[in-house]
């Protein structure tokens, strides 16, 4: 045995170390998981979101702006600024359409509202938000990209309430004639029941 | 020597990668269940989204619309010597080229480019012979073909959108009221015309078609001039009498009296588990009106089973309560009259025990009273299940239905719920064992 080691030493050396440095990794592994465990039994709630947070888990709501924008078709892209002034300023008159009409049932899309081309079912929903659920959009938050289509543009839009998630709309928007497609809505707790 | 290369080097060779692999393996086995465990450890977010699928810019793209149905528009010009650009500008006032609003417009079941009603098949011979006898239909019962307005009549549905072009034009060139519409080239004029002529009852009418021809129309003057110059100036000829504005031919046309019933067309009849969840069905929930075409064939309509939209025929309770749906309804499906005792949350157990001798139960079918938990308090009907457990449900008191947000008692509305708010919600269900619902 002793005469095949040292007849055969280069190989036995790289397997002992191959072995120490396996060990290493597997100690170094358990004792860290070992570690955290023992402070999350030991903190109270909030920071155990804390220490997801230092791992650089998702939240919730980085998930649904990364599902929302990745709707979009050039998600990481930037258009142009006076685009982003012509949605900015479409959504400021649509959203003081909407508050203007008080009312669910007096809300529909129109030219002059900029939501003629948005789904009426859309138009509830974000009306829904804004009325009902009483969510803040957040002018300053807009995010316009470029499309597949030279006419359009598409948006993300965040709507804030306190105590509640983030709600993300995406959708397209026309430059030619200055309207609002609302196609999509993530995350926020929007719409109701009420017994 | 064979044997001694044998043993120094091949066979140290092979057991060196053959430890090596073991301890690899061992390795990431371990690193494996470490990072396994941590992944159970990861909070699971529960993301509500309206719809998985991702939004098209061609759904929005009035350009790529111009561009795609070309030979049409420039074929409209010979058919009917209506002017593409005012064809288009009048189009995006009439229905905003609303790609994706599936709501009844005529524009997107009825390839209506706007407010062309039902008149006389002798008004599109250029349409019949260019896109087939089926191109166009005056019964006013297709898709889309109902006019909301309350100015009566039926809209005529046409096959396709290039079918809508032509045919948009040639019932323009037939109506004497419009006149000075046709054979002309200057935009504004023919928009003016149109307004003049009496085509909207709207006071502001002419200037939004001008304002929009300024924004819109100007961009596809390049249309206009290659319809001139492939048909001349002057390309629609009058040829026998005009049959007249709008005169319905009683062989071709039924008019539609019931234009505006809120009914949704009728009950579907897909059966539990199966279909998925339409892409456009994106909204929180919908007014019967908004129901996307889509969605319908997977409804109960209460207008076909025995309740009106708001009121007051078939209601039990006139509450505008969930509760008042779900007894109205119940009983119409299931038999049995008045109400049923307890809130929302209790519906279901009330029904099982009271109206099915049964128990509730965890899975959802057609027609079954579904509950929420007492948190949530809330009831209504199942219409249908889909392939990924998702249910379609019609409701009551919502902020599209009902009394306390959305004022109006003996009225209704339908929303998707998915599983994952099934669950959060505590949805249970109540329906008789070995008896299908009575669906009308």
Redesign the interface.
Known sequence: MFKWIK??II?VL??VL??VF?GF??FS??KE?THKSSRTEQVPEKTKNKD?ASAK????DE??YR?AK????HPYTESGEEQKQQVLKAFDEAINDIKKAG???KVK?T?ENHL???????V??FA?ALL?NEYDYQSSKLEVMP??????V?FLIVLTKPGE?NCYF?????T????I?L????????????? | MKKAVYL?ILL??V??VF??SI?VS??AG??GA?SG??SNC??E???????D????????????FVKEHKEAYILSWKAGGFLPSASITQT??EN????????GTSFWQAHNMGGVKTSNKSNFPVTLATYGDDSVDLSGSKPGASVGDGTGGAYTWFKSYDAGIVGKAEFMAHQTLYAKAINNTDGKSVLEAIADGGWATDGTYKT?LIN?YN??GK?YEWLDKEAISAHGEKPYKETAASPGDSDSDSSDTSTNSKNKDCSDSSSGSATDGTGTVPA????????P????DSLKQYIIDPSKNGLTYKGPAGWVEHSG???DLTVSLGNQLWGGSGTVYG??DRQASSWASTRFGNSTKTNPKRGAIFS?NAA???TGIVCHVFEDGSILIV?Q????S?I?????IDTWNY?VVRPATQKSDGFHYAYPDGKEPNIK
């Open positions: 007849e055969n190989m790289v397997v191959l072995l396996a990794g597997i592994k358990y998981s997801s888990e998702e939240t919730a998930k649904n599902t990745l709707k979009l078709e009312h669910l049932s899309g030219v003629s081309m948005s789904q009426a079912g859309m509830s929903t829904m009902v499309s597949e289509n030279e006419d359009v598409q998630d995406v959708g397209n928007f026309n030619t004639v200055n309207q497609q196609k999509a809505y993530v995350g926020g707790n929007i719409g109701g029941t009420f017994g | 120094k140290p060779l057991s060196l430890i090596i301890g061992i390795l371990v690193l470490v465990s941590q990861t909070t977010v529960a993301t509500s989204t309206s719809t699928s991702s939004v098209s810019s061609g759904d929005g793209s009035i350009d790529s995006m006032i905003g080229f609303n790609f994706s609003n599936p709501n939004k929009m924004t819109l961009k456009d069905a994106s909204a929180w929930g919908y007014k009106d908004d129901l996307p309560q969930c509760v809130n929302g929420t949530a308090n809330h409701e008191n919502t902020p599209l009902g306390n947000k959305y004022g109006v929303r």
